[in-house]
């Protein structure tokens, strides 16, 4: 167990190197000239060359990757080209919005996803289940943007219960503290603030956890389908077990194990998601981060979000495919 | 044996049409491609009319008063009719699919059994490629690629295509995997046939159903792909009537009531994507049973 821990840990090296490599590889094959957008277009060829000198774009590509990578270990991202903030600043004053914006769409997923699916499972072909499974066969074949921009306009414009875009009411005062402006304002004991962010936070959420939510209820009922058919259910039910107990005590437990992988794999889902989410809802998060660096060709930005979600995803995977050894002991790695 | 395939195919058709929702799926796609086809001939008006007829914009549909005759599904803020619009997408997006889809088949199928027939280090260099690939949420790696080869809808394609190659070639190499062991590529090496006759004539046409199956769920994930690039501004560019494109010029109406513009291609999407899932999956369970999870 501990040794398929450090061996899986190791595995990622390589990976995240090649991610690095391929995001500089690709970004600097990009065209554009990023100086100039930078200079714009009266600028001197010797303010160019200056500018070029002081970030090293003269150097050859393999020099540039080299010094950029040993700077990355290091945790310096560089400057943004447009901003000239540090990347590590701009990436870490949206992060926390772009996570708190998951961890809510993985929850509304995670909870009405597996109770969903369990319903359906217990009562098989009844007009609950086929709903129940219509609602999610919609749901994996909606596109988020979509579904964003119709909850916004029912729920925000038309019946005007919740906000459309942003984070928060710019009239509630605020103080910052981890950047997870849930947790802020829980901390900092600021009622109006808490409900003004969680307000904000619905719709997104809701947008953005349902094709993942269609997902583990599909996945949770046909799991929970196997487990009921199975000798040990009988076993249980021949006791004299009541429905209730067999259902709750036994074959929830056993059938959400691959429930878990399902919620796993979907983070990467979501991360593509947020890009759009946060697009259609203003979210100042790290998704529309790497949309506006890639219009502005902001090399160091661009690459410096592309480094985080991949990270992300990475350890995400890694944590599903630990946390499934754990839930289900049947499964030996060598 | 001409007879005896026959009678397969008979029954692969017998069991498709048993799946309810298989036949839904091609119904909604066949549906589609047949406006798609007749373009011109279905839609009431013209696409991108110009010059704009502005006088028109954001009139509402069959539903209100207001309405104009001719255009059921109303208008967008430069006087175009919805309904045309979409109808024209669809050519773009069926296109988009089934050309991104052929790029993943084509390189997928490549990687794909070069690393399951030949296994060893060819088998592991490619598969830590797809692994790096992997690392990238799709939506991600899409954008990234359009940020090098430029935004467009023919960048948006090859994009997209790029993005799905790594996961056709995984399918591709399990397909491989699997026959290589069989008995009859065992003969075949006995006997002397050569590697590219047994790769052309055996593994390839038996590795045919995994690449329909998912063939077809990830054209259903191209053509969301295509429009969420069109969306965010990536992909098709305006006035084309892409689908995604559309959403995203209309979207800032709504706040004025006018929904319909922002409302109607998002439920032209979800039935192009809801047809080919639900294809899929009926391909899939009548394709290949041990498919089927």
């Known amino acids: 167990m501990k040794w398929y821990i450090i061996k899986r840990l190791l595995q990622i090296i390589p990976v995240i190197l090649g991610v690095t490599l391929i995001a500089?590889?690709?970004?600097?094959?990009?065209?554009?000239?990023?100086?100039?957008?930078?200079?714009?277009?009266?600028?001197?060829?010797?303010?160019?060359?200056?500018?070029?000198?002081?970030?090293?774009?003269?150097?050859?590509?393999?020099?540039?990757?080299?010094?950029?990578?040993?700077?990355?270990?290091?945790?310096?991202?560089?400057?943004?080209?447009?901003?000239?903030?540090?990347?590590?600043?701009?990436?870490?004053?949206?992060?926390?919005?772009?996570?708190e914006l998951s961890i809510a769409a993985m929850m509304f997923a995670t909870i009405i996803g597996v109770v969903a699916g369990i319903i359906s499972a217990t009562k098989q072909y009844s007009i609950a289940d086929y709903s129940m499974m219509g609602i999610a066969l919609f749901g994996i074949s909606m596109p988020v943007f979509w579904l964003g921009i119709m909850l916004m306009m029912i729920f925000g414009v038309f019946l005007g219960w919740l906000p459309i875009g942003g984070r928060i009411d710019l009239l509630i005062p605020?103080?910052?503290?981890?950047?997870?402006?849930?947790?802020?304002?829980?901390?900092?004991?600021?009622?109006?603030?808490?409900?003004?962010?969680?307000?904000?936070?619905?719709?997104?959420?809701?947008?953005?956890?349902?094709?993942?939510?269609?997902?583990?209820?599909?996945t949770t009922r046909s799991s929970m389908l196997e487990v009921l058919r199975q000798d040990f259910i009988r076993t249980e039910r021949a006791k004299g077990l009541s429905e209730r107990k067999v259902i709750y005590k036994h074959a929830i437990r056993n059938a959400l194990v691959p429930v878990v992988t399902v919620i796993g794999l979907n983070f990467g889902l979501l991360l593509s998601g947020a890009i759009l989410t946060e697009t259609v809802f203003s979210w100042p998060g790290v998704g529309r981060l790497v949309v506006d660096a890639v219009y502005a060709r902001d090399y160091p930005l661009v690459i410096g979000c592309i480094l985080v979600f991949a990270l992300v995803f990475v350890i995400v995977n890694l944590i599903t495919d630990i946390l499934y050894t754990y839930i289900d002991p049947r499964i030996h790695y060598e | 044996m001409a007879r005896k395939r026959e009678t397969k195919t008979h029954e692969l058709i017998r069991r498709f049409r048993y799946n309810k929702s298989a036949v839904f799926g091609l119904i909604l796609i066949l549906f589609l491609v047949f406006i798609a086809?007749?373009?011109?001939?279905?839609?009431?008006?013209?696409?991108?009319?110009?010059?704009?007829?502005?006088?028109?914009?954001?009139?509402?549909?069959?539903?209100?008063?207001?309405?104009?005759?001719?255009?059921?599904?109303?208008?967008?803020?430069?006087?175009?009719?919805?309904?045309?619009?979409?109808?024209?997408?669809?050519?773009?997006?069926?296109?988009?699919?089934?050309?991104?889809?052929?790029i993943a088949t084509a390189v997928g199928i490549l990687i794909g059994v070069l690393?399951?027939?030949?296994?060893?280090?060819?088998?592991?260099?490619?598969?830590?490629?797809?692994?790096?690939?992997?690392?990238?949420?799709?939506?991600?790696?899409?954008?990234?690629i359009v940020a090098v080869i430029g935004q467009g809808l023919d960048k948006a394609m090859i994009a997209i295509g790029i993005v799905y190659s790594p996961?056709?070639?995984?399918?591709?190499?399990?397909?491989?995997?699997?026959?290589?062991?069989?008995?009859?590529?065992?003969?075949?090496?006995?006997?002397?046939?050569?590697?590219?006759?047994?790769?052309?004539?055996?593994?390839?046409?038996?590795?045919?159903?995994?690449?329909?199956?998912?063939?077809?769920?990830?054209?259903?994930?191209?053509?969301?792909?295509?429009?969420?690039?069109?969306?965010?501004?990536?992909?098709?560019?305006?006035?084309?009537?892409?689908?995604?494109?559309?959403l995203s010029e209309s979207r800032f109406y709504i706040v004025s009531g006018s929904w319909w513009a922002a409302t109607f291609p998002g439920i032209a999407i979800v039935i192009a994507v809801l047809g080919l899932n639900l294809l899929g999956d009926g391909l899939r369970d009548i394709l290949d049973p041990r498919l089927k999870e």
């Open chain 1, 174 to 218: 605020f103080s910052r503290i981890t950047g997870f402006m849930v947790v802020d304002s829980i901390i900092t004991g600021n009622g109006a603030a808490l409900i003004s962010v969680l307000r904000h936070l619905i719709l997104p959420a809701i947008a953005l956890g349902t094709i993942p939510m269609a997902i583990i209820a599909r």
């Open chain 2, 167 to 246: 996961q056709m070639a995984r399918v591709m190499r399990g397909a491989v995997l699997y026959i290589k062991e069989m008995e009859y590529i065992e003969a075949q090496k006995a006997i002397g046939s050569s590697n590219t006759r047994i790769i052309f004539r055996h593994v390839l046409p038996n590795s045919l159903s995994p690449v329909i199956v998912y063939g077809t769920l990830m054209m259903a994930g191209a053509i969301l792909d295509a429009a969420a690039l069109g969306f965010l501004g990536l992909g098709a560019q305006p006035p084309s009537p892409e689908w995604g494109a559309m």
């Open chain 2, 37 to 102: 086809i007749f373009a011109p001939f279905v839609a009431p008006q013209d696409p991108t009319p110009s010059p704009p007829e502005l006088e028109k914009s954001l009139k509402p549909g069959f539903w209100s008063n207001e309405s104009i005759p001719g255009y059921p599904l109303g208008t967008d803020m430069m006087g175009r009719d919805v309904l045309s619009r979409i109808i024209h997408g669809s050519r773009i997006s069926l296109t988009v699919g089934f050309i991104a889809v052929g």
């Open chain 1, 24 to 99: 500089f590889a690709l970004i600097h094959l990009a065209p554009g000239d990023p100086v100039r957008t930078m200079l714009g277009q009266h600028a001197t060829q010797q303010e160019i060359d200056e500018i070029r000198t002081k970030y090293g774009l003269d150097q050859p590509l393999y020099v540039q990757y080299f010094i950029w990578l040993s700077d990355v270990i290091r945790g310096d991202l560089g400057r943004s080209i447009l901003t000239r903030e540090h990347v590590t600043t701009e990436i870490a004053a949206r992060f926390p919005n772009t996570i």
């Open chain 2, 115 to 144: 690393a399951g027939y030949f296994g060893g280090w060819v088998d592991n260099v490619l598969m830590r490629i797809t692994d790096i690939l992997f690392a990238f949420p799709s939506l991600l790696l899409a954008i990234v």
